[in-house]
Structures are given as C-alpha cells and as structure tokens.
C-alpha cells in the first residue's frame, strides 16, 4: 500500500514537472520573440546583452536576434552580418521613427508586421538584405529620399514594399520582388523612382501607383502579375518607360489617371497590354513594343490619348478603342494583329500615319455607331480587308495607301454619310471600294488600279467624282438609285467600265471611258447618261460620231441599249484636274481638326 502511494506521487510529480517544464519554455519563447532591443539616440544599445556589437557609428549583428530593434539614432550603420532578425506578425521588425542617413544591411528579416518600417525618416538606405514571410517588407511613411537596394523581399502576405503619404523622392532599385500580394504599392506620394527591379508572382499587381502624381517606373521586369503588372489609379503625370512586362494579366493599366507617359516598354503575351479606361484623358503611349497579347493597347471610356510610334504585333485587336473619343493613334506599326485598329461605338477620333500589314482580319474596322472618326494617310497592305465600317457615319477616310488586300481595300455595311477622298487603293484580291445597304457616301479624288471592282456600291444616293480607275475588271458596280458618278477617268477596264444592275434614277455625265474592253454593262436598269444640252454627257472612246457643228458635242447619240442613251456624248475627254502636290500634306492638317469640330459641334448640339 505504502509502495503504491510513493509510485503515484512520484508520477504526479513528473506529470506536474513537465508542465512547469513546457510553460517555461512556452513563456520564453513568447518573451523572446516579443522583446524590443533599442539603438539609442546616445548611441547606447539596450539591453547591454544584446547580440550587437558597437563600432563607433557601425552596429554588427554577432547572432540571431529574436525580437524588434527600434532606432533612435541617425547616421549609423545597422550590419546583419548574414544573421536573422526573427519576431511575431504582431511587431515590427526594424522601426525608424524620426531618424536619417541609417544604413541597413546584410539582414535577414521574418515574421513581423513590418520587416522594416520608416516613420518621418530620411536619406535612410536598406541593401542587400532579406525580408522574407512578414504581413509587409518595407513601410515607408512620410518618409523622403530613402534608398531601398539590391534586396530580396518574397513571400510577404501583404504588400513587399510601401510608400505612404507624401513620401518623395524615395528610389527603389534593383530588387528582386517576388510573390507579395501585391509586391509594390504607392499611395499618395510623388517623385519617387522604381527602377531595374525584378518583380514576379505577385497575387494582384506588380506595382500599385494610388493617387501618387509624379513618379518614374522605369527599367523594371515585372512577370506573373495575377492582375496587373503596373496599375495607376486616379494617378497624374507618372512617368511608366522601359519597363519588360511579359505573362501578365493586364501589363498597364490606367484608371481615373490622365496626362501619364507610357514609353519604350516591351509588353508581351498578357490578356492587355496597355489599359486605359474610366475617364483617363490626355496620356502619351508611345515607342512600346507590344506583341502577343490578346488586345495590345485598350481604350474604354477615355478621351484624348495619343498613342504613337509603337510596334503592335501579333495581338487579337492591336489598338481597341471601345466608347472612347479623340484620341489619335499616330505613326505606329501593326503587323500580323488579327484586327489592327479596333473601334467600337467611338466617335472623335484621329487614325493617321500608321503602317497596318498582315491582319487576319481587318486593318481597320469602325464598329457600332463610330462616327466623325478621320483615317487618314496610313499604308494598309496584305490584310484581309483594309478598312471596314459597319454600322458607322459621318467617318472620313482620307489619302491613305490600301493595297493587296485579300478582300476588299474598303468595305462599308450599312454605314451612311462617310467620305473616301484621296486614297490610293490598288491590287486588292476583290473590290477596291464596296458598299453595302450603306447610302449618302461620297467617293472622291481616289486612284483605284487592278482591283476586281474599282467601285461597287449597294445602296442609294452615292456620289462618285474625280476618280482615277484603272486596269480593274470593272470600273464601277453599281445596285440602286439616286447615285450621281461624274468626273472620274475609268480606263483600261478589262470588262466593263460601267456596270449597272437593277438601278434607277441614277445619273451619269462628265466621265471619261477610254480604253476598256466593254464600256458599258446594264441589267434591268435604266439611268441618265448626260447632262443635257450644252453641259453634254459623257466621253466614250469608241464613239464614232461625227461634231458637225463643232460644239464638242457629237452629233448622234451613243446608244447603251432601248432605254438607255448618252444624247450629247462628248468629242473630247473631260479634263479633270489632279491635285496639286501639296493637297494631301493639306487635307492630311485640316480634315482631322475638320471632323473633330464637326464632332464636338454635334456632341454639344445633342446636350
């Protein structure tokens, strides 16, 4: 009995001892992650024991610290010396309130709130160090002309780096930024510089400017942004340049933000590569290489953009602009895009002096009520159609170049009230100009040569002058009425110059058919082939007519079919013409500012 009293006892005893054993430990521990060591400002490092060793100005980790070390002092050296720093998430790692020029190197910081944070202090650098699995790298709050260097700041669960609150002139280099939440983020701060830095995996975006006017993104390679990997919101005057963005979901995006330049990045394979939406006015988009994406430069919503000098490839739209308004897309090569410029339900806007090759679809295509919009001298080449319109008036296309097309060089469906002036619009595998339901278009000043159709037109009240057709398979095609074709030189048609089917009302004067294998081709149709008497009709080659009078109006009519006859056809060509060679740098100056008057006019006559 006694024997089992003096067992029981004694296992109570372990049991009890244990316990103590593991609380003790369990209280260290917490003790230890949570105790504050202090640099302070006499320079004195509390406690005494600390695993700090003081040289003058210079302070060496000798071990691990587990703990948070706040700094009172300014213009020391803080070396990790390749140690830890280690805490809880409820503590900072590294506090710098109200001091300058402290350097931080060579350390090794996990599990804080804040690796390191900087609260109104300056002229403060961090390099070569790791901040790794923390709510947050580097806090930097109302704090200016700190360098952040040469780190590597990963797997943090909140944000890598952040600058806060009118933080300036901050420069942050040549980090490697790595699978944060989001990896940088700029709230209400200006002149600060981010550049050269490796950014990748970041669960929302790469780097966040937020209301932060002013700032350089330059140099940067940012992969693998879940959402974007350089975001501005309601941001102003940023500068975004030579940046490489490449796997990411959209690369650049504004939103709210206006008068931002976005220059010389190489943007690839992400769902957009330059994002401009809500509002965003006045920003230049320029010299970025911007291939395989599926839109390369997206418009929604926003106004007076520029977007110039950039290569565009390889992407589903190269320039998407959807319910946007006077921007100008200037100067840039789109090659290989399956649409090239892309405008949906967008009116205002300036599409000029872009070469367009090797869309799988259209070069350019006007879609859903885009009006007043003016395209003009742009090489459109080896596209399916050049430039397509659909559902959309009120557009002028202008001294443009289209040519080897597979399809059609211009193809309007029910669009009405556009004008196609000045173009150069040759060797495209159908038609050079077609219409479809599409009405009240004007077609002037254009040389058409080695199309199918020079001209074809579907729909009514269509006025057609001062052309130049020649070497098609058919001059002009036309199916309706009201249209009026005069002054065009149609020449060397290897079928007819003049097709008409089922037409009526139409009238057809002052042109010159010289040198087509048939002139003339009527299928249920019936029109007005001159312009009375002394104006005359039109001047046919083989007419063979006499002018007795000498009025320069032959004397019988040259006869079409039953219904159809030129009564005054004339002895001589029409003269028409040419533009003078300064015409199309003229109208290239004033039908953009033209349109655009006429737009804001009708924009303001609406409201």
């Not at 709050?141 to 990963?154: E, F, K, V």
């Not at 890598?160 to 699978?179: A, D, L, M, P, R």
């Not at 490796?198 to 966040?208: A, L």
Request: net charge negative; proline share 2%; glycine share 8%.
């Amino acid at each position: 009995m006694i024997l089992e009293k003096k067992t029981v006892s004694r296992t109570v005893l372990m049991l009890l001892l244990s316990y103590m054993l593991v609380l003790a430990f369990s209280i260290q521990s917490v003790t230890a992650e949570n105790r504050i060591f202090y640099i302070r400002a006499d320079g004195a490092v509390e406690p005494s024991t600390a695993p700090i060793l003081r040289d003058g100005d210079v302070y060496t980790f000798t071990g691990d610290i587990f703990g948070s070390i706040v700094i009172n002092r300014s213009n020391i050296i803080v070396d990790g010396n390749g140690f830890m720093l280690q805490g809880s998430r409820n503590i900072n790692g590294l506090q710098l309130d109200g001091v300058n020029n402290v350097t931080i190197k060579n350390v090794s910081i996990q599990n804080f709130s804040t690796a390191i944070s900087f609260n109104n202090s300056s002229y403060n650098v961090v390099f070569g160090s790791e901040l790794v699995d923390n709510d947050h790298g580097i806090n930097i709050y109302g704090s200016a002309y700190n360098t952040i260097s040469r780190n590597n700041i990963a797997d943090n669960y909140l944000r890598g780096i952040e600058i806060y609150e009118s933080s300036e002139f901050n420069i942050v280099s040549e980090n490697k930024i790595t699978n944060n939440f989001r990896n940088m983020y700029i709230s209400g701060s200006s002149n600060n510089m981010v550049s050269d830095n490796t950014i990748t995996k970041s669960n929302y975006e790469g780097i966040c400017l937020y209301w932060a006017p002013g700032n350089t993104v330059i140099g940067n390679t940012i992969t693998k942004s879940n959402y974007d990997s350089i975001a501005l919101y309601w941001a102003t005057g940023n500068n975004i340049s030579g940046n490489t963005l490449s796997d990411n979901y959209h690369s650049i995006s504004l939103y709210g933000s206006s008068e931002n330049t976005v220059s010389g990045n190489k943007i690839t394979n992400s769902n957009r590569g330059v994002d401009i939406y809500s509002s965003s006015e006045s920003n230049s988009i320029h010299g970025n290489t911007i291939a395989d994406n599926d839109q390369g430069i997206h418009l929604y919503s926003a106004t007076k953009n520029v977007i110039s000098g950039n290569t565009i490839s390889g992407n589903n739209r190269g320039v998407d602009i959807y319910s946007s308004s006077e921007s100008t897309i200037s100067g840039n090569t789109l090659t290989g895009n399956d649409y090239g410029v892309y405008l949906s339900g967008s009116s205002g806007n300036i599409i000029s002096e872009n070469t367009i090759t090797d869309s799988k679809y259209d070069g350019v295509y006007l879609y859903d009520c885009s009006e007043w919009n003016t395209i003009s001298g742009n090489t459109i080449t080896d596209n399916y159609d050049g430039v397509y319109l659909y559902w959309s008036a009120n557009n002028m296309i202008a001294e443009n170049t289209i040519t080897s097309n597979n399809y059609d060089g211009v193809y309007f469906f029910w669009s009405a009230n556009n004008t196609i002036s000045g173009n150069t619009i040759a060797d495209n595998d159908f038609r050079g100009i077609f219409f479809w339901a599409s009405s009240g278009n004007n077609i002037s000043g254009n040389t058409n040569t080695n199309n199918y159709d020079g001209i074809c037109v579907h729909g009514a009240n269509t006025t057609i002058t001062d052309n130049t057709l020649t070497d098609n398979q058919y001059g002009i095609a036309l199916h309706g009425s009201g249209t009026i074709i005069t002054k065009n030189n149609i020449t060397n048609s290897k079928q007819y110059a003049i097709s008409l089917y089922d037409c009526a009302y139409n009238r057809i004067f002052h042109n010159n058919l010289i040198d087509n294998t048939n002139q003339i081709r009527l299928s249920a149709s019936s029109s007005t082939w001159d312009d009375n008497y002394p104006s005359g009709g039109n001047y046919l080659s083989d007419y063979t007519g006499t002018d007795g009078d000498g009025d320069g109006i032959g004397d019988t009519p040259y006869i079409i079919d039953e219904n159809n006859q030129d009564n005054y056809p004339l002895m001589e060509p029409v003269e028409i013409p040419e533009f003078p060679a300064w015409t199309p740098m003229l109208l290239m100056l004033i039908l953009p500012a033209v349109a655009l008057a006429v737009y804001k006019r009708r924009l303001n006559t609406r409201k």
